[in-house]
């Protein structure tokens, strides 16, 4: 029993301890471009989020939701949380969504 703890305590402290590897985003540009309205590209949003959250980003893709369009992106913090924030693509407004 206690080699099975030994085992579970050092696969634990070696997931803990490894670095993080993230793919750097890649993307192709999208314009915002509905009518006049305006709106900010996927860099942009990306952008403001990492400014926001001061971190290194994981992830960014477009997606709608209700019918809007809206960039969601993933952000390691420096002190190791990730942060998930959407940003509604026409008006630039983030909408945070906790964690």
């Known amino acids: 029993m206690t080699g099975a703890r030994l085992l579970i305590a050092l696969l634990a402290l070696a997931l803990v301890t490894a670095p993080v590897h993230a793919a750097r985003y890649t ?5 915002v471009a509905q009518g006049g309205n305006g709106g900010i590209s996927l860099d942009q949003a990306v952008a403001q989020a990492r400014q926001q959250h001061q971190g290194k980003v994981l992830s ?11 960039y969601r992106i993933k952000i390691l913090t420096k002190n190791g949380r990730v942060k998930r924030t959407q940003i ?8 945070s969504r906790g964690q």
């Not at 993307?27 to 314009?31: E, K, N, S, V």
């Not at 960014?60 to 809206?70: C, F, I």
């Not at 509604?88 to 909408?95: F, I, Q, Y």
Request: charged content about 40%.
């Open 27 to 31: 993307h192709q540009p999208i314009l």
């Open 60 to 70: 960014a893709e477009t997606l709608r939701v209700d019918g809007r369009k809206v």
């Open 88 to 95: 509604d693509a026409r008006s630039g407004r983030t909408e």
